[in-house]
């Protein structure tokens, strides 16, 4: 048994997707008061996954979440629980695209992060700074790019970053990457800083600037639809197979045998 939570791209699906399987459609809010010892998968978008969950379906092996994210999902929790949690990723494409909107043929471009959607940035002249890399000396670029998963990059964009570089800045990263502070102080280094999320602090003062254009978490959606997009569904399905499976290779948090006593 499957439980879809959050019903937006799922109403979209076509008439052939998890046909062998038996499966459930809810929305975000939609009440999970019940027991289904037979739910083997939850998939949720941005539904939170909590202690109401884990009640509704005593016997989950996996939770799928179809966003880049994953902080809507307690993986302490599910660790004690031996419940795995992978993450389909589907927006990486329509990211980069909205990165790519902003980068000229003749740009320095400096990527920070070169997972799915960094690995997609089209420049002509690039470097890559992979986890790890010294990333506080850009002055050879004019343009720096922001592509890091949030877990363990708290303010990784500071002043030691942002006192050495002058140009423009374009980051999907969460609002933690970026410390706000560090850029209100170095904003006259900044062209235009185009931030797809922003942390509340400081941020009037930073909009006030005129130079920082904040989308609210909207980058993903840039000419994405759910309509007709098969290979989303295809994708979501086969991770669901391989779910069942427990054949996940790219898990956020695999799961062992379940031991019987």
């Known amino acids: ?72 999902v307690n993986l302490e929790e599910c660790e004690k629980r031996n419940i795995g949690v992978v993450n389909t990723r589907p927006f990486s494409q329509s990211t980069a695209n909205w990165i790519n909107q902003y980068i000229r043929p003749n740009d320095n471009v400096a990527i920070v992060g070169y997972g799915d959607i960094g690995s997609k940035v089209e420049a002509v002249n690039y470097k890559v700074f992979k986890r790890n890399d010294s990333i506080d000396n850009l002055s050879e670029f004019n343009t720096l790019v922001v592509a890091v998963q949030p877990e363990g990059n708290d303010n990784l964009i500071n002043d030691s970053v942002l006192k050495n570089f002058k140009g423009k800045l ?27 999320t922003l942390d509340s602090n400081l941020r009037e003062e930073l909009l006030e600037t005129k130079k920082v254009t904040y989308t609210k978490h909207t980058a993903f959606e840039y000419n994405f639809t759910y309509e007709n997009n098969t290979q989303y569904f295809i994708n979501l399905q086969t991770t669901i197979d391989k779910c069942l499976d427990n054949n996940i290779d790219n898990a956020i948090l695999s799961r062992g045998e379940r031991v019987l006593f």
Do not use: C
């Open 1 to 72: 048994m499957i439980i879809l939570k959050d019903k937006k791209d799922i109403k979209f699906a076509p008439d052939t997707f998890l046909n062998d399987y038996e499966w459930e459609s809810h929305g975000q809010y939609d009440s999970l008061d019940f027991i289904n010892p037979n739910v083997k998968v939850l998939s949720v978008q941005f539904s939170k996954v909590g202690e109401k969950s884990y009640k509704a379906f005593p016997n989950l092996e996996w939770i799928i979440v179809r966003q880049h994210g994953f902080d809507n």
């Open 170 to 196: 374009i980051s999907v990263s969460r609002s933690n990457v970026i410390d706000n502070y560090a850029l209100h102080e170095n904003i006259d280094n900044i062209s235009h800083a185009y931030v797809d």
